[in-house]
């Protein structure tokens, strides 16, 4: 070592020193150099003895041995697995045969070959990363519960995340087709009573620790650091396209206008069906999605009447049904954060990594509610109520349609509320618009 060799270096000078007559003025300035170089010896052995008492290659608390006895995975897990399957699905978020398919999946993504040490096993990791994301915990809680080192639970959570969106990603997310959207619409008629529905759009906040450098770009009106998942939800809670990453200080409006959903609507890129009539006879209206006031009325967006006006009944009914069908992107959120509490503190991670985990947790969403589809929902019971069918409503949208997009988004609103107070009315539709419980 280095502090060795100025050890025996600094012997000898000082044997010289001593041989050194007392008058003498070189001893003076051997005295001097003695003393630099003794407090240069000293400096050096104690950063040398520093780094070796802090150096591991493994700690002893997260060898292989303490893992495999105390670790979670070989020991909680399995226990649940073995005789308690519920708190294995509270555990995960999801049952054993569930689990079993996802490893499955990306098992060849994150298995590690052996080199040194044995590797830790894909079973293991995509368990660290499931329970990251289930418990809304910290990574040093989870790098003690299952005995592996912190910057290796931050790599496994990286590198899981990322393969659960490659390997997912084309499998929830079907191919954007006309048929598809069809699909989702009649899945909107027959569950919510709103035609022509292709799906309901929001964004939701997904709070950051503020990043490094950032000022206010990602300083949202709630006050907080966030990103934006911006998201368009089928009727059964299921996300269909999604816009992950927008900074916290944008609105919802401007993103999507500014997103590839906003973009290929525009420029009607996105396979939507042709327009047709919902009534024999009547005016042949475009598919939709369904928004809250933050995106503009468009032929292809509706939002509700404003309540800053006097509604009469039926616009107040127009907005009951569409609270009822747009409600649908909220409960998915809802779901979402239920289910993966991450979501319920502050990120403490780069926006990068933030993307990542959002991106997994969409996917891991879809995973699980496709496989909720068999369970039986409520019934929903129509309305019996002879209306008055109104002659006039093919004049609502006319042949001659103004290009101004307000004015064509504005009719095609009112040809939905015709509809909604006519032929398309449900029963309770008028007491809860009567009494603005909406």
Same mark, same amino acid.
């Given at each position: ?61 997260? &060898? ?112 954007? &087709? ?226 101004? &997009? ?15 107070? &006519? ?16």
């Amino acid at each position: 070592m280095k502090w060795k060799k100025i050890k025996i270096l600094l012997t000898k000078e000082v044997i010289k020193w001593r041989q050194t007559p007392q008058s003498s003025i070189v001893k003076e300035i051997r005295r001097r150099e003695l003393l630099k170089l003794y407090l240069l010896y000293r400096r050096i052995k104690k950063r040398e003895e520093k780094k070796i008492q802090k150096r591991f290659w493994v700690r002893p608390i997260f &060898t292989v041995r303490q893992r495999l006895l105390q670790g979670a995975s070989n020991n909680l897990i399995k226990e649940m697995e073995n005789s308690d399957l519920e708190k294995f699905m509270e555990y995960l978020r999801m049952d054993t045969p569930t689990f079993n398919e996802l490893l499955n999946l990306i098992k060849p993504h994150i298995e590690k070959q052996r080199a040194v040490r044995e590797p830790i096993p894909a079973a293991t990791r995509l368990q660290i990363c499931l329970r990251y994301l289930a418990s809304g915990d910290t990574m040093p809680s989870i790098s003690f519960a299952f005995r592996v080192g912190l910057n290796t639970v931050s790599k496994i959570v990286s590198e899981t995340c990322t393969a659960i969106w490659n390997v997912l990603s084309n499998q929830v997310f079907p191919e954007i &087709t006309e048929n598809f959207w069809k699909e989702k619409a009649e899945e909107f008629e027959t569950l919510w009573n709103f035609p022509h529905c292709i799906g309901a759009i929001d964004g939701k906040h997904i709070e950051l620790q503020a990043p490094p450098h950032s000022g206010s770009t990602f300083y949202n009106y709630k006050g907080t650091h966030s990103i934006v998942l911006l998201a368009l939800a089928d009727a059964n809670c299921r996300f269909t396209i999604v816009d992950i990453g927008a900074e916290g200080r944008r609105s919802d409006g401007g993103i999507f206008q500014e997103s590839e959903l906003g973009y290929r609507l525009e420029n009607n890129d996105l396979n939507l069906p042709k327009p047709k009539s919902i009534i024999e006879n009547g005016p042949k209206l475009p598919f939709v999605i369904v928004g809250d006031e933050a995106f503009a009325l468009t032929s292809y967006m509706l939002r509700p009447y404003p309540r800053a006006s006097n509604l009469n009944l039926e616009k107040k009914v127009f907005n009951y049904r569409l609270s009822r069908a747009r409600r649908i992107i909220e409960c998915s959120f809802g779901i979402l954060s239920a289910r993966w509490r991450i979501f319920r503190r502050p990120l403490a991670v780069t926006v990068e990594n933030a993307i990542s985990l959002v991106q997994a947790t969409i996917c891991l969403h879809n995973f699980l509610m496709e496989k909720d589809l068999n369970v039986p929902l409520e019934q929903r019971q129509y309305a019996n109520i002879d209306l008055e069918n109104i002659n006039n409503f093919d004049q609502i949208l006319g042949s001659n349609i103004n290009n101004n &997009t307000l004015s064509r988004g504005g009719q095609i609103r009112n040809a939905f509320t015709e509809y909604f107070c &006519t032929e398309g009315a449900v029963e309770q539709q008028w007491d809860k618009a009567y009494n603005n419980d909406f």
